[in-house]
């Protein structure tokens, strides 16, 4: 009977396998990760084979300019802080520190994607088109608008996740510590830190390289 | 227990990744072949992709199986360049 009733509800088995997660909501969010993690690598790697083949395209250090970029990069590593800063507070139970870590990381993707507004419009003044631009290969802005909006995109969906973990957290009746409000924050982490991640190869490819 | 590996000190990190960050825009001012600048910038920005995941997103602290997943994308990668080398000429 107990035998049947194992096979019928495999989820109250307790045997453990090296498989079996800690959390599976964090593995659902790696897995998750892994395979946003290619698209970005097919973009890049798409961008790197555009590249090589074209005999006119701009250099992108001086066409663009790197030194608000270096400021947008600067503001997501310091929002990436700012996240682990806020689990943090989480696990010791402090609940305005955790609002108000949450808050500033939030910010922080905000500003960002104002910054990110600002130097797209300054460009389309420039000349840069998505088809078309002064410089060289048309290809140029396409890739910068496709490669850079589409992490732009993540940082907004990351924004609108830690606004929804700041009103979890902020509710009273939100038990803190080391319980199911850090197993989510912790997976919202994943997901910012891995924007911030990959945002380190945006600029290095797209603006540096 | 937990406590031994939950607080690493995140801003030695942010420091570091901030320090890399000023060291990737001075490169692109050195007078270098473009191809060393290339592999300069390509294994910082790893490296700091590197400290990211291993600290910030824990994976130091994590189980293999999670490492394993966040490899994968990097090796498939590694295999898409190689498959497009013979169209780069």
Redesign the interface.
């Known amino acids: 009977m107990s035998e049947a009733a194992a096979v019928m509800h495999p989820a109250v088995e307790p045997a453990e396998s090296p498989l079996t997660p800690e959390s599976w909501g964090k593995l659902g969010m790696w897995v998750f990760l892994a395979g946003d993690a290619m698209s970005f690598g097919c973009l890049l790697v798409g961008y790197g084979l555009l590249r090589s083949a074209s005999s006119n395209w701009p250099v992108p250090a001086t066409t663009l300019g790197i030194n608000l970029t270096a400021l947008m990069t600067f503001l997501l590593i310091c929002s990436s802080v700012t996240m682990v800063k806020g689990l943090e507070a989480v696990k010791n139970n402090q609940r305005g520190r955790a609002k108000m870590y949450l808050l500033l990381t939030a910010l922080g993707g905000a500003g960002f994607r104002g910054l990110q507004a600002y130097e797209w419009t300054s460009l389309i003044h420039e000349g840069l088109k998505i088809y078309e631009n002064p410089w060289g290969s048309s290809l140029f802005g396409t890739t910068f608008f496709v490669i850079t909006g589409f992490h732009g995109m993540h940082v907004t969906g990351g924004v609108i996740y830690l606004l929804v973990m700041l009103s979890i957290v902020s509710k009273p009746s939100t038990a803190l510590g080391l319980g199911w409000a850090y197993n989510v924050v912790e997976i919202t982490g994943l997901y910012w830190h891995f924007v911030d991640l990959i945002w380190i190869m945006v600029f290095t490819f797209i603006y540096l390289l | 227990m937990?406590d031994a590996h939950?607080?690493p000190n995140?801003?030695m990190?942010?420091l570091y990744?901030?320090l890399l960050?000023v060291v990737?825009?001075a490169?692109?001012y050195m007078p270098l072949a473009k191809i060393i600048?290339?592999i300069l910038?390509?294994t910082?920005?790893c490296y700091?992709?590197f400290l990211?995941?291993m600290y910030?997103?824990?994976l130091k602290f994590e189980?293999r199986?999670?490492g394993i997943?966040?490899l994968?994308?990097?090796v498939?990668?590694v295999f898409?360049?190689l498959m497009?080398l013979p169209?780069?000429?």
């Open positions: 937990a939950a607080s995140y801003w990190i942010w990744l901030f960050t990737e825009i490169v692109i600048i290339a910038l390509v910082l920005a700091k992709a990211v995941a910030f997103m824990h189980r199986t999670l997943i966040a994968t994308p990097f498939l990668c898409l360049i497009l169209d780069i000429s």
